[in-house]
């Protein structure tokens, strides 16, 4: 079936591939669970979803949806999943997360996303190493647990990011830093955004009302909740490195100014009595004292030298320079 990217027919015994949506429904055993997951950007997937999958409006409006902020609905048959994870595609931003949209009544499930996302590669391959979920509680302990992993190295980049730049201040204050420290922050901010709603969607997924999630696997879920609390502080952690790096360098680069202007003022205090004395002996008028003497420009010149002397000494006394 077109838009088909996985499906797989699973229980204690083994897996089995499912290629044919309508043969995955009808063709398995009242104890097997099935896993369809869905590209919904294709006609035919989004057809069968709609039409013939015998889903709630709501639910198959959700799977469908194009926002997919983290969240967890009970709905009459099933519950309804929305999830994110960190886009590891090559030549893309780990902050630009893929969403994720899962329903489930813990004997199928049913899952779509328009862009692939790693973590549910993983779970196919756990099958292939025979380590493989063998029902849906199960399931959703390890995807939850795999977007969590995905996330491990985007967030331990962000904090050798930070390393890297407090480090380099440590050594020259480059304006240049200034771009990669808003370029920290931005990509904090994004994972940020997502995952806070994540962390309650995962919270309220080990509150629902269902007998295929066992206290095991809520268990196992509340470690993958506090494994992403821990991401949650650790980026907490990034952006107030970030903002105290930034204020350093903004401090460094107001101290550096303040010196050059500190100079600027120094060179135009000394040279305010001069300019105003060459300006008042340099009016086009008669009675100037000294004119008529052969030697007044090499005196007048000498007592600006002078002039300026005493100034500097002032200036050092008074602890100006």
């Not at 300019?275 to 008529?292: C, D, K, M, Y």
Request: hydrophobic share 40%.
């Amino acid at each position: 079936m077109q838009g088909l990217i996985i499906g797989r027919c699973f229980d204690g015994q083994g897996v089995t591939e499912v290629d044919d949506v309508v043969l995955g429904m009808d063709g398995r055993s009242d104890d097997q669970c099935l896993w369809l997951h869905f590209d919904y950007t294709a006609n035919e997937a989004r057809e069968w979803i709609e039409q013939h999958s015998g889903l709630e409006p709501v639910a198959s409006e959700a799977l469908l949806s194009e926002a997919s902020r983290p969240r967890v609905t009970q709905l009459t048959d099933g519950v309804l999943l929305n999830l994110r994870g960190v886009n590891l595609s090559p030549g893309s931003e780990p902050e630009d997360m893929v969403g994720m949209r899962l329903w489930t009544d813990g004997h199928t499930i049913i899952s779509t996303c328009r862009r692939a996302l790693l973590s549910v590669m993983d779970v196919a391959e756990h099958w292939q190493r025979n380590e493989g979920p063998t029902n849906v509680g199960e399931f959703l302990v390890l995807l939850t647990g795999q977007l969590m992993t995905r996330m491990q190295g985007t967030i331990e980049d962000t904090e050798e990011q930070i390393d890297a730049i407090e480090e380099q201040m440590l050594l020259h204050d480059d304006l240049g830093m200034r771009s990669q420290i808003a370029e920290v922050r931005r990509s904090v901010i994004a994972l940020r955004r997502h995952l806070s709603p994540q962390k309650e969607a995962l919270h309220q997924l080990q509150l629902i009302k269902a007998d295929w999630l066992t206290q095991e696997h809520r268990q196992a879920l509340r470690e993958v909740a506090e494994n992403q609390m821990r991401y949650i502080e650790g980026l907490d952690s990034v952006r107030e490195r970030a903002v105290v790096a930034q204020e350093e360098l903004n401090n460094r680069l107001s101290e550096r100014m303040n010196s050059r202007m500190y100079v600027l003022s120094l060179v135009a205090a000394i040279f305010l009595p001069l300019g105003f004395l060459t300006g008042l002996l340099g009016v086009n008028i008669a009675g100037i004292p000294g004119q008529e003497y052969p030697l007044a420009f090499w005196i007048f010149c000498g007592l600006m030298v002078v002039l300026v002397g005493f100034q500097w000494w002032l200036f050092k006394r008074n602890r100006w320079l």
